[in-house]
């Protein structure tokens, strides 16, 4: 087999290359070189010009990608494509060519891991803790020459180890994953995903938990991670170490616990569901006139909200449609703040405000008010698939107000829907809770 044995090293942020170097490799020795600065064509960050050392004053006279395409054609063709980290040189040198209109396709290995598969025990893999440990000189760390000579050298102690003709022949095998999966998650914790619904965890080598995503399978879900080219996965899949999960039974359930996962661990790779939304609610209350006021207030200082809304112009335009609908005050319900009696340019008053008004009759209306709002806050029990055959699932809405969901076994008997709160496990409402639920709601 003849291998080319490559580093790249990018700007960073949108992955072009700045420096490339390739050796190619016979399986005994070096018999080719290709290593050269590239012009990116646009900025390099300063960070990593403090990481890398090349400057943009270093590559300015540098050759375009393509300027160079043809050399790398030439150099990898029929060849095996081995980096360590693969996945990422690997795309980003298929991204440089795909700008050029090429498709570029070479078989690929990672050193990471195959020296898992055939130096195992190690503490950490990365390279150059790895050359360290294995006594494999390294310099000009993080430029791409140096890199790559190291890489080289890891290549052919990995060569000599007694198993790996059996180990690159199963990696590929085009049922194996090995070389998709990233370089720092064991092939176990991927084997031990179930094919079910519900959420998992990417975690990074530190443990903490860098993205949350929901699935009807998950297996076949994060395994679509590793196939996709984006700079955000890419990134993603080199810090990922390993992947946690929890059944849900069904896609809403999951499509829930998802939601309440994102904004407890606020991942760095999950952008959707992130915010803290503030909730607003609707409340009464009686002055020392006896005059019973409607009014908006957050809901976390509202003991006793009639209804509660995660935006304050929908919070706004139901109090307009009370008002009006029930012919309320608007200063009594504090859309116009004024001393005086109110003057609002849309709604009319019959006078309560100006003494003109039984303040008896008024408060009737405003209970009628509320009495409309209670009546139309929706109570919802909706049924799900259990995470097993042995059970179901439920989502419990009170008062228009999601209280969360869980799982009962089939065998216990339910008559009441109040036993099932023995059983729930609550959540948080919020806004992206309502969206779930509304288009759930809209399925049925």
Do not use: W
Request: proline share 3%.
């Amino acid at each position: 087999m003849m291998y080319t044995i490559i580093d790249v090293e990018t700007t960073g942020r949108g992955n072009r290359i700045t420096e490339i170097s390739i050796f190619k490799y016979d399986g005994q020795q070096v018999i080719d070189e290709f290593t050269s600065l590239v012009n990116p064509e646009i900025t390099i960050p300063m960070h990593i010009t403090a990481l890398t050392g090349i400057d943009n004053v270093m590559v300015a006279d540098a050759p375009k990608f393509h300027e160079i395409a043809e050399q790398i054609i030439a150099i990898t063709s029929d060849t095996i494509f081995v980096a360590h980290s693969v996945n990422f040189d690997y795309n980003v040198i298929r991204n440089e060519f795909k700008l050029l209109g090429i498709d570029f396709y070479r078989k690929k290995l990672c050193t990471v891991r195959l020296s898992r598969k055939l130096i195992p025990g190690e503490k950490t893999y990365s390279l150059g803790k790895l050359c360290k440990s294995l006594n494999i000189p390294l310099t000009d760390r993080h430029r791409a020459r140096g890199d790559a000579a190291a890489t080289v050298l890891l290549f052919e102690l990995l060569l000599q180890q007694e198993n790996f003709d059996q180990t690159i022949a199963s990696f590929f095998k085009k049922s194996s994953k090995e070389a998709t999966l990233p370089p720092n998650l064991p092939n176990t914790v991927f084997n031990s995903l179930p094919n079910a619904a519900g959420i998992y965890f990417f975690k990074n080598k530190k443990g903490k938990v860098i993205y949350v995503g929901k699935a009807k399978d998950i297996k076949k879900r994060v395994l679509s991670h590793f196939y996709t080219k984006t700079e955000k996965e890419l990134n993603l899949c080199r810090e990922t170490a390993d992947i946690d999960f929890e059944l849900s039974g069904s896609e809403l359930i999951a499509l829930l616990m998802e939601d309440a996962a994102i904004k407890h661990y606020f991942p760095i790779y999950n952008q959707a569901s992130k915010r803290r939304t503030i909730a607003y609610a609707l409340f009464c209350y009686e002055d020392r006139k006896g005059v019973k006021h409607l009014a908006i207030n957050m809901l976390k200082g509202t003991p006793n909200p009639l209804l509660v809304f995660y935006n304050k112009r929908d919070c706004r335009s139901y109090l307009e449609y009370l008002c009006t609908h029930f012919e309320l005050c608007p200063k009594f319900c504090h859309l116009q703040e004024t001393s005086s009696s109110c003057s609002h340019y849309a709604i009319p008053c019959k006078g309560v405000c100006r003494n003109k008004e039984d303040v008896a009759m008024y408060n009737h209306r405003v209970k009628e008010a509320i009495e409309y709002t209670t009546d139309n806050c929706e109570n919802l029990l909706l049924k799900e698939k259990g995470r097993t055959d042995e059970e179901e699932a439920f989502v419990l809405v009170k008062n228009g107000k999601y209280l969360g969901y869980g799982f009962v076994d089939t065998t216990i008997t339910i008559t009441h829907e109040d036993e099932l709160e023995t059983f729930l496990i609550p959540q948080k409402d919020n806004l992206d809770v309502q969206k779930i639920l509304r288009s759930k709601l809209a399925q049925r």
